[in-house]
Nanobody, 128 residues
Framework: QVQPVESGGGSVQAGGSLRLSCDYS????????IGWFRQVPGKEREGVAA???????YYADSVKDRFIVSQDNGASTIYLEMKNLEPEDTAVYYC??????????????????????WGQGTQVTVSS
């Protein structure tokens, strides 16, 4: 079983930036989509960004124009670039891998159920 590993979290002042990374090893035959999710205690996990087929991206309204999801040329590292961070962005962030080349459930393309392999998460804390 593939275990993604997130890194790059930390503490930042409001308005600052962070870049999260998600690494995995070996060939991942099912990797057609990637997603980033976040969760705070007592709340449901929230999809924030996804990339399908290597070129189609989706973002939650709350992060649109502030976050960018991408992957490296070797498709072994996933990134989430975050700028203009707000205290509301504070959460544990998770990356996940999925099998869908295209979003199968428009308009909701950020469902956790669309992704299979999950990392353990990395904490992002944004202070005012």
């Amino acid at each position: 079983q593939v275990q993604p590993v997130e890194s790059g979290g930390g503490s930042v002042q409001a308005g600052g930036s962070l870049r999260l990374s998600c690494d995995y090893s070996g060939r991942v035959l099912f990797k057609k989509s990637i997603g980033w999710f976040r969760q705070v205690p007592g709340k449901e996990r929230e999809g924030v960004a996804a990339l399908y087929g290597g070129d189609t991206t989706y973002y939650a309204d709350s992060v649109k124009d502030r976050f960018i999801v991408s992957q490296d040329n070797g498709a072994s590292t996933i990134y989430l670039e975050m700028k203009n961070l707000e205290p509301e962005d504070t959460a544990v962030y998770y990356c996940a891998l999925g099998v869908f080349k295209e979003c199968p459930s428009h308009p909701n393309c950020l469902r956790g159920s669309l992704f299979g392999y999950w990392g353990q998460g990395t904490q992002v804390t944004v202070s005012s």
